[in-house]
Each structure stands twice: as C-alpha cells, then as structure tokens.
C-alpha cells in the first residue's frame, strides 16, 4: 500500500489542499527522525549526489559525441553522393556527344534519341551537385564553372543538330570534326577531376576527425563505467544501512500505510490497485459504486473483468492491464474519451490514467488506475457546442455551422468537378402576421417554415436560419444550375402552401436568391451576400419568385 502513493501522488493529491496538509505533516516527522542520521551517511548522500551529477554529465557528453558522428556520417554519405553525380555529369555529356555525332554520321534516330535524353539528365544532375556542395565555398566557384562549360557544350551540341537539321550537312560534319568539342570535353574532365578532389579531400580530413572523436568517445565510455561502479557501490552500502535502520521507521512506516489506507478510501475519485499479475487487490468505496463491482467480489479478478473500457469514438475495447507500463516504464496521463461497461451492462464516459507500481527494491508490483465519472461534463460540452452551432428556435444550424459547412462543400466541390448552389430565402408579409397574431405565433410559423424546408432537401445539403425570417440553403453536388433551380421551385411552392397554426390557416410567400459556386463567389461569406442580392431583386421584380445572381445585380445595390 505505500508504495501506491508514490505514482498517486502527483495525480491527484497535490489537487487537494487538506490532503497535502496532512501529508507535509507526515514527511516533517519522517524529516525529524532521519536528521539523527549520522554524518557519515550523510556524507555518502552527498557523495551520491555529486557522483550522479559527474554521470549526467558525461552522458550528455556521449550524445554529443553520437551526434557528431552521425553528422560525420551524413557528410560522407554526401561526399559519396556527390562523386557520384560527378561522374554521372561526365559520362552523361559523353553520352549526349556520342549520340549526336553517330546521329550524323548515320541519320538512326535511336541515337538521336540517347542524345536527348543524355541533355535532359545532365541539367539536373548539375543542379543535385550544386545543391550537395553548398556548404562549400570551394566547391561553390567549380560548380558555377561546371555549370558554364555544361551549357556550352549542350549549346555546341544544339548547333549541331540545328545546323543538321537545316541541310547544311557539310557544316555540321565540320562542326563535329573540329577539335572544338574535344576540347571542350577536357576542360569538363579537368574540372570534374578537380571537384573529386576537393571531396575526397573532405571526405579524408572527415574520417580523421571521426577516428579522433571515436577514441575519445571509447575513453569517455570507460570513465562512464568506471563512474557507475562506484554509484552501485555507494548504493550497496546505503541499502545495507538502510536494513540497519529498518527497525526505527517500522512505526513510521505503519502510520503512513494507515493514512494512504484511509485517503484512498475518503477521496473523490475511483481508484482500483493491481499487482504485477494484473489481479486486483484493492479498489476504493467509489470505484465500487461505479464499476458495481464490491471489494470482496473484486478482489483476485484481472482488472480487465471489473474495469472494461471501450473508445468513444470507435467502440473498441482497450486493454487496462500494465503490459504497457511494464514495456515503457511510465505514467500514462488522464484520458478521456473512454466508456466504462459497468457489472450491470450500464455505460458511463469516464476520464482515466493509470501508472505502474514499483517496490523498494525497484521493482514493478502493480499498477493504480484513478478514473472519474465525466458524463454529465461531457454532456454539458455537447450542449454547450451544440447550442454555439445551432438556432434557439427551430433547431437548424446557425451562421457559425453554415459557414464551415459551405466551406467544406467548396472544398469537395473542387475535387469532385461539380457546383455548389447556396439558396437565400426572405419569407414575405412575415412582419404583417408576427404583428397581427402576435411573436408565439410567429414563431410557431418559423418553425413549420423550418420543417418544410428540410423535407425540400437531401441529406447531404444544409437548412440554416440566419435569423428573423431569412433562412438560406445549402445544396452539394449540383451538377447544373438548372438542379438548384428545381430546388427552388420546389421551396417555393412548400412554403407557400397554408400553414395551420393556433387554429389559424396562415400564408405565407418567400422571395429567394440563388448563387453558385465558383461562377459567385471563392469562399461562402461571398456566396451568402451574392445570393442575398439576388433575393433582393426578386422581391422588387414582384416576390414570390427566385432569382440567380448576375453581377450588374452589385452595381445597381452600390
């Protein structure tokens, strides 16, 4: 039971001021009886400390010698690469060359083929050294020399070919006879031969520095070693004193497994112990009330028959036993998204975290799980989300949803090649029957209007209310505007059939604006105010009608 606290104790007791009150009192009568400790142990503390320090120290240095060598590494890889595309630049040209004068000398067009393909690889092959020696500035002149002697003699070879290509047989026989291109293949060699150089020479003062750092590497692994000899000889004898002493803190030791006793039994939270088998040996009053699971039943089961939790989301069971904190030796955080299967079949959501249990010896004996019951949070949160997305009255989503929606519709539009139609809808003469018959009335009206307006849609398209008595629909997938059309002939003729309300056969009428995506407008705060225009127009071409928008529409609103 002690050792329970130790991985509890940043979970949860350092949340609670009273507990930590009690605590810090006990650890100041620990305190009060380990200052008679004699000064030599004290001593061997001290020497533990500095000797632990000296340890970290060097390991930080080994990382950085580690480091140093996989850089080295790296570079050497990259020196590698880099001959490598050296010679690949050479033989390319060679390639290109040879191609092109056998082209003229026989007319195949299968050399003329190799010789476009050679000229196609070289430019990048250029382009990767130069990209591979950036770091240095030796390296940096050749490369712009090579490049410059490269596109010489691909433009060499291009008049060649043009001069073939225009008749002039005689010329370009002459062209590739000369010494010119001969030349110039020498000079490419020459400097080529100047660039592996360089990195060899690189590559060579490389390896000695790795050579060096590795001895010193192997001289700082022998210091390490030696360093955690002497940290377990200090920890052998600590122990031993330790079993000496043992007899002083027995009272100690059982007021503190009597006080974790009853703090793990008082707190608030569920709290289930295993040990390293992954069978339960203690689960508090509140892990029984909502597991459904009492100690006495409890007791001896795997934690997986009492504690059974499934994602939220996916509906997969997860496994609670402490194989993964035996592999990873850590603390696993509070999580939530999970539900508990309780005895009774009952499912709440819950928020959990469990950590492994380690004897005096270093150990593992078991493991903690702490977990809460987080339904009635989570479901507050829904509400809460819900209510930010969603209009008071009719139920249909707001301003804040349409618009992501609309933005998600644009997105799967651009990849799908299809439309995206947004429909804004003014009820007319609205204002008449919300003043006559009185605002519950109205909002009866609206709601009916509502309903009607979902019954006009598919599932993937969207109803929103803005507010008052404008509402605007989202349509998906339209493949032509005469679709959005329809559409609206459709709303218009649902909304415009009587509404029964409060004993009252009410009318209404609607004007609406149509406008498309892209042809309207790139993102849905344009698409929205688009299509508010064109309702505009509608309504002062005799309402009652839908209208697509038209951007003469803007100039006559400005």
Aim: proline share 2%; aromatic share 6%; with cysteine.
């Amino acid at each position: 039971m002690p050792v329970i606290i130790g991985s509890y104790w940043d979970t949860y007791l350092r949340k609670h001021p009273i507990l930590e009150c009690y605590y810090q009192r006990l650890i100041m009568n620990i305190h009060n009886r380990e200052s008679q400790i004699s000064l030599r142990r004290l001593s061997i503390l001290a020497s533990l400390v500095i000797l632990m320090i000296l340890l970290a120290g060097i390991t930080l240095i080994l990382r950085h010698e580690s480091s140093v060598q996989i850089a080295n590494q790296i570079s050497v890889t990259q020196t590698m690469q880099v001959l490598t595309e050296l010679e690949r630049t050479e033989s390319l040209l060679r390639d290109a060359n040879t191609g092109l004068q056998d082209f003229i000398y026989t007319g195949d067009q299968k050399y003329l083929d190799s010789y476009y393909m050679a000229v196609a690889t070289v430019k990048p092959c250029v382009e990767d050294i130069k990209h591979l020696t950036a770091n240095n500035p030796r390296q940096n002149a050749r490369i712009l020399a090579l490049h410059s002697q490269t596109q010489a003699k691909l433009d060499e070879l291009a008049q060649i070919l043009l001069l073939h290509r225009l008749s002039r047989f005689d010329e370009a026989n002459a062209l590739v006879n000369s010494g010119a291109g001969l030349s110039a293949m020498n000079n490419i060699h020459n400097l080529v031969m100047q660039m592996k150089q360089e990195e060899t020479s690189v590559e060579a003062s490389r390896t000695g520095t790795l050579k060096w750092r590795t001895r010193f590497t192997n001289i700082l692994i022998f210091m390490s070693g030696f360093t955690k000899a002497l940290i377990l000889g200090a920890l052998a004898y600590l122990i031993i004193l330790e079993i000496n002493n043992s007899e002083n803190f027995l009272h100690e030791i059982q007021r503190r497994e009597e006080w974790y006793r009853v703090t793990l039994t008082s707190i608030a939270d569920a709290v289930i112990c295993t040990d390293a088998e992954d069978q339960i040996t203690f689960i508090n009053p509140v892990a029984e009330r909502l597991t459904g699971w009492p100690l006495s039943d409890a007791t001896g089961h795997l934690i997986d028959d009492v504690f059974q939790i499934v994602d939220a989301t996916t509906r997969k069971a997860i496994a609670s036993s402490t194989i993964k904190e035996i592999e990873h030796n850590q603390t696993e955080k509070l999580t939530i998204g999970r539900i508990l299967i309780r005895r009774s079949g009952d499912e709440i959501f819950i928020e959990d975290s469990i950590a492994p249990i380690y004897n005096r010896g270093g150990k593992l004996s078991g493991s903690v799980i702490v977990f809460r019951d987080v339904s009635k949070a989570k479901a507050l949160a829904e509400q809460i989300v819900y209510a930010s997305q969603h209009d008071s009255l009719t139920g249909l989503p707001n301003r804040t949803l349409l618009i992501d929606r609309i933005n998600q519709a644009i997105a799967l539009s651009w990849r799908n090649m299809d439309q995206v139609a947004v429909l804004f809808l003014d009820l007319d003469g609205f204002k008449h029957i919300n003043d006559s018959l009185g605002h519950l009335t109205g909002d009866r009206l609206l709601q009916s209007i509502a309903t009607r307006l979902q019954e006009c849609v598919r599932n993937p398209d969207t109803v929103c209310r803005l507010g008052g008595d404008e509402f605007v629909i989202l349509l998906q997938e339209v493949a032509y505007n005469e679709d959005a059309a329809i559409t609206a002939k459709r709303v218009l003729q649902t909304v415009s059939e009587p509404h029964f309300i409060d004993e009252h056969n009410l009318y209404v009428t609607a004007s609406m604006g149509v406008s498309i995506y892209p042809d309207d407008g790139a993102d849905a705060e344009i698409l929205i105010k688009n299509a508010d225009t064109a309702m505009y127009q509608a309504k002062e071409d005799g309402r009652q009608n839908y209208k697509f928008f038209k951007q003469d529409m803007n100039i006559r609103a400005v």
